[in-house]
């Protein structure tokens, strides 16, 4: 299955070794699946962006659901990368789970939970998927000796999921991290000259979260 980057980066907060996705890497993922939405937009032609604002392009709606609700916010006036990613990220979750569920790639077990960060549980049927997303993300890192030289939407995989939170370190941990961090000032340098304004309002978006506990105003 061709993923779209907002399912990459859902899939890139499971941890193998716990066996589950864990609470901790869910409180951000919203805003992180409305930045990769706005950025397939932007690759796709759909979307505009000056380093401030964003402004829809084109007359035909993306056929990607989730895509086509985030291009239908531009519809009536450009609009800042805040907005955009922080405002709604506590409804980007369930346009992408419905995705993934009807691909068969992950179940939605209903049940009551003490969690406010959602009311179903999570369980990965297809681990194949998420473990070629995250080798992807771990040899884009670790190998790449040049980002400028990759396509963008490979570029925005390791910058979506990794910005401002080290508790992603499913994929790359601490150390890793430190060990490859000129190659991942790279990454984000080559994608703020491509989409300039949007990394710095998921990191904005993170960092004012943060303070309660991940949830929204």
């Given at each position: 299955?061709?993923?779209?980057?907002?399912?990459?980066?859902?899939?890139?907060?499971?941890?193998?070794?716990?066996?589950?996705?864990?609470?901790?890497?869910?409180?951000?993922?919203?805003?992180?699946?409305?930045?990769?939405?706005?950025?397939?937009?932007?690759?796709?032609?759909?979307?505009?962006?000056?380093?401030r604002?964003?402004?829809?392009?084109?007359?035909?709606?993306?056929?990607?659901?989730?895509l086509?609700?985030?291009?239908?916010?531009?519809?009536?006036?450009?609009?800042?990368?805040?907005?955009?990613v922080?405002?709604?990220?506590?409804?980007?979750?369930?346009?992408?789970?419905?995705?993934?569920?009807?691909?068969?790639?992950?179940?939605?077990?209903?049940?009551?939970?003490?969690?406010?960060l959602?009311?179903?549980?999570?369980?990965?049927?297809?681990?194949?998927?998420?473990?070629?997303?995250?080798?992807?993300?771990?040899?884009l890192?670790?190998?790449?000796?040049?980002?400028?030289?990759?396509?963008?939407?490979?570029?925005?995989?390791?910058?979506?999921?990794?910005?401002?939170?080290?508790t992603?370190?499913?994929?790359?941990?601490?150390?890793?991290?430190?060990?490859?961090?000129?190659?991942?000032?790279?990454?984000?340098?080559?994608?703020?000259?491509?989409?300039?304004?949007?990394?710095?309002?998921?990191?904005?978006?993170?960092?004012?979260?943060?303070?309660?506990?991940?949830?929204?105003?």
């Amino acid at each position: 299955m061709d993923l779209t980057l907002p399912q990459q980066i859902y899939l890139c907060a499971y941890a193998f070794e716990k066996g589950k996705f864990p609470a901790t890497l869910l409180q951000f993922r919203g805003q992180r699946l409305r930045a990769a939405a706005l950025v397939e937009l932007v690759l796709a032609g759909q979307a505009e962006a000056d380093g401030r604002q964003v402004c829809q392009r084109g007359d035909l709606s993306p056929t990607d659901p989730f895509l086509a609700s985030v291009w239908e916010e531009l519809r009536r006036k450009p609009k800042r990368w805040m907005p955009l990613v922080h405002n709604a990220a506590h409804r980007a979750e369930k346009p992408v789970e419905d995705q993934l569920t009807a691909a068969g790639i992950i179940e939605k077990k209903a049940g009551r939970t003490l969690s406010l960060l959602g009311g179903s549980k999570v369980v990965l049927r297809r681990e194949e998927e998420a473990r070629a997303v995250q080798q992807a993300l771990r040899t884009l890192v670790t190998t790449t000796p040049a980002p400028s030289t990759l396509p963008l939407t490979q570029v925005a995989l390791p910058v979506i999921a990794l910005e401002s939170d080290a508790t992603m370190g499913v994929v790359l941990d601490r150390s890793e991290r430190r060990k490859y961090k000129h190659a991942l000032e790279e990454f984000a340098k080559t994608f703020d000259r491509e989409i300039p304004g949007l990394r710095k309002a998921l990191s904005n978006s993170v960092l004012s979260s943060r303070s309660v506990g991940g949830g929204w105003s």
